[in-house]
């Protein structure tokens, strides 16, 4: 399956597949797509991830758009997110359905007195596809 990562910062540009770099400094470091998940069922987790170096203070918001079942999949899937930020770490769980894109599966707000460093969201290989009968 083909979940992309999207992250907006507090300039409302969005980094994703499709705006990479974005000007306000965001990268989306590794975009995975069926082909790339084939190729890395044998080798390492196919990991999607994007970082902004130097994160600029204000609101944040993370989305999950499934747009491709890769090898006929219309199933479901769980999915997860990783943010990690001066040290902490937060985890968001979540279903999308195939063709599904949900613009805020998480919202956080970054001050000026929080630590400094990159910003950085993973989102691994999803969950096992959940039955049909789950919403």
């Known amino acids: 399956m083909d ?3 999207y992250l907006t910062g507090p ?10 770099p974005s000007r306000s400094g965001g990268k989306l470091e590794r975009d995975v797509r069926c082909a790339d ?3 890395a069922a044998a080798a390492e987790p196919a990991l999607e ?4 170096a130097d994160p600029a203070p204000g609101r944040y918001r993370v989305g999950v758009d499934y747009l491709e ?3 006929g999949g219309a199933q479901p899937v769980g999915f ?15 279903v999308v359905q195939l063709r599904q894109f949900l613009p805020v599966v998480s919202e956080f707000e970054l001050r ?3 630590p400094t460093g990159p910003l950085t969201l993973v989102m691994p290989p999803p969950a096992t596809p959940l039955p049909e009968n789950k919403p």
């Open 3 to 5: 979940l992309d990562l």
């Open 11 to 20: 300039s409302w540009e969005t980094v994703y597949f499709a705006n990479n």
């Open 37 to 39: 998940r084939r190729a």
């Open 49 to 52: 991830w994007a970082t902004f």
């Open 69 to 71: 079942g890769c090898e």
């Open 80 to 94: 997860r997110v990783v943010i990690e930020y001066g040290g902490a770490r937060h985890e968001h769980t979540g």
């Open 112 to 114: 000026r007195a929080a």
